[in-house]
């Protein structure tokens, strides 16, 4: 259950204090020093959440906040531009990682009440421009807050992301998840994640195989830089207070499919 220091009465008064930290750099926001301390990609993501959402940092399995009734994860990522002069464009930086995929209870799940989707149907974007030409002597933290949105998913990317799960899922209940491969799926990867490539858990076996485990690489739910890139275009052109109504109707949306 989220504390009471998580908690929003309504996404607008989220959007404030998002808002108050657009065109700010994250080192100008930090309040606690953590940018200095921590030399992980994660401290820009609990400067925002300590210093301008003003909640403990977390490693709860549960999504970030608590806005009304609805739990929303918060997510602070990286866009750069591609290309010179007119053919200059915005893209993702990276892929999006969303939750460490747990092998042996992905069988057991449906995508409505998935560990995933709990954690992905409500995301509230932070986004930055990282343009830096060397990281060595350039710092993350004089990078730029330049957007907060909350991400929308049309139905095709709803159907799509679907489809994508149940690729993943088919394939590690069959007991195949050591053959997993981002090229898999279209909009939601797979992707390793560890320490380093030996990292790896335990997953179902295939029937017949006589083992109950098969040791797989330990992987991710991640959404592929190109379908970033893709929300981005369309987050860029929105406030996320006006994403708001289009939000709802994904709701909407979503509780007639588990209906069906």
């Avoid at 908690?7 to 989220?14: G, I, N, P, Q, R």
């Avoid at 404030?16 to 940018?35: H, N, S």
């Avoid at 209870?105 to 009440?113: M, Q, R, V």
């Avoid at 343009?131 to 139905?155: A, F, G, I, N, W």
């Amino acid at each position: 259950m989220l504390n009471e220091e998580r908690s929003f009465s309504s996404l607008e008064e989220v959007t404030k204090l998002l808002i108050a930290a657009e065109g700010k750099t994250f080192r100008e926001l930090d309040e606690t020093g953590r940018g200095d301390s921590a030399g992980n990609k994660g401290s820009l993501g609990n400067i925002i959440e300590e210093s301008v959402l003003h909640y403990p940092v977390n490693s709860d399995a549960e999504a970030d906040i608590l806005v009304g009734d609805t739990r929303y994860e918060l997510k602070v990522t990286p866009l750069k531009h591609s290309g010179k002069g007119k053919r200059t464009k915005t893209v993702a930086k990276e892929r999006l990682v969303l939750d460490i995929i747990n092998y042996e209870n992905l069988p057991k799940e449906n995508f409505e009440d998935s560990r995933f989707w709990n954690k992905s149907k409500n995301i509230i974007m932070v986004y930055y421009y990282d343009d830096r030409e060397d990281k060595k002597t350039q710092s993350r933290l004089d990078c730029k807050v330049l957007k907060s949105v909350v991400l929308h998913y049309d139905e095709n990317d709803l159907a799509t992301i679907r489809d994508d799960w149940e690729t993943i899922h088919e394939k590690v209940a069959s007991g195949h998840a050591d053959q997993l491969s981002e090229s898999d799926t279209n909009y939601l990867a797979a992707c390793t994640k560890g320490a380093n490539a030996s990292s790896m858990r335990d997953a179902p076996a295939p029937a017949g195989s006589g083992k109950a485990r098969i040791r797989a690489k330990q992987r991710a739910f991640s959404f592929k830089s190109s379908f970033m890139t893709s929300i981005a275009e369309r987050a860029l052109v929105s406030r996320i207070e006006n994403t708001v109504c289009r939000f709802r109707r994904t709701r909407r949306f979503l509780n007639s499919c588990g209906n069906k």
